[in-house]
């Protein structure tokens, strides 16, 4: 018994191969079953996962031995449930969202930035919490847009004091946004030939270059 995974349906599959070694899931596939929390099976060879979940990517993705798809797939479907995970399929947009940015390879930027590389995410973050203005950085950064009368402005601004403290550089702002509790069904939703953080970075990017 399968399913083909269409745009037609709501769902999406998440694959999980070789995490089960002597009946033991890996650490890392317990925190990905922890985190989509829904309708998980055994795969035929008793190996890897199955995780179905109802919320849409916008193409297949696959790094290491995880691979998602909402479309264009088939899977073999073994109905033998993963005991102790839910035995329905849930609405997981957000956390598919931020698995699909994970597994989503980036560009180098265009401008080599070793001023911000050098810096882990930590210590940008943490200079930025320091600053003068750290306290509405820290709400802003953790989803608190009350002050803001959009949510596309909040995104903006948040954006904006990104590119400040890592120098302008693309990729580490993008890096860093995907971590905040800004991240909703629209940071990674198409516009064009990019997504809507990218463009949103490169509009960011140009006012702040003006």
């Excluded at 993705?61 to 033998?80: A, D, W």
């Excluded at 993963?82 to 997981?92: M, Q, V, Y």
């Excluded at 120098?167 to 997504?195: A, H």
């Excluded at 990218?198 to 509009?203: A, S």
Aim: glycine content about 6%; overall charge negative; charged content about 30%.
């Amino acid at each position: 018994m399968g399913f083909v995974f269409s745009q037609n349906d709501p769902y999406t599959g998440v694959d999980v191969d070789n995490c089960i070694t002597g009946g033991k899931i890996t650490p890392e596939a317990q925190e990905l079953i922890s985190e989509l929390w829904s309708y998980t099976e055994l795969s035929p060879s008793h190996t890897g996962l199955h995780i179905l979940v109802e919320g849409d990517v916008p193409e297949g993705r696959r790094r290491g031995n995880i691979e998602m798809y909402s479309k264009e797939r088939y899977f073999t479907l073994t109905t033998n449930h993963l005991k102790g995970s839910p035995d329905t399929i849930e609405d997981r947009q957000k956390e598919l969202d931020r698995l699909y940015a994970r597994l989503t390879p980036h560009p180098e930027p265009r401008e080599h930035n070793v001023y911000a590389r050098s810096r882990s995410t930590n210590e940008i973050l943490k200079k930025a919490e320091d600053a003068t203005n750290g306290a509405s950085f820290t709400r802003l950064y953790n989803g608190d847009i009350a002050e803001f009368p959009s949510k596309s402005e909040a995104d903006f601004t948040l954006i904006l004091r990104l590119l400040y403290w890592t120098n302008d550089d693309r990729q580490k702002t993008r890096e860093l946004f995907l971590q905040s509790r800004l991240v909703d069904e629209k940071t990674l939703s198409p516009r064009g030939d990019t997504d809507y953080l990218d463009y949103t970075i490169e509009q960011a990017i140009k006012k702040r270059n003006k």
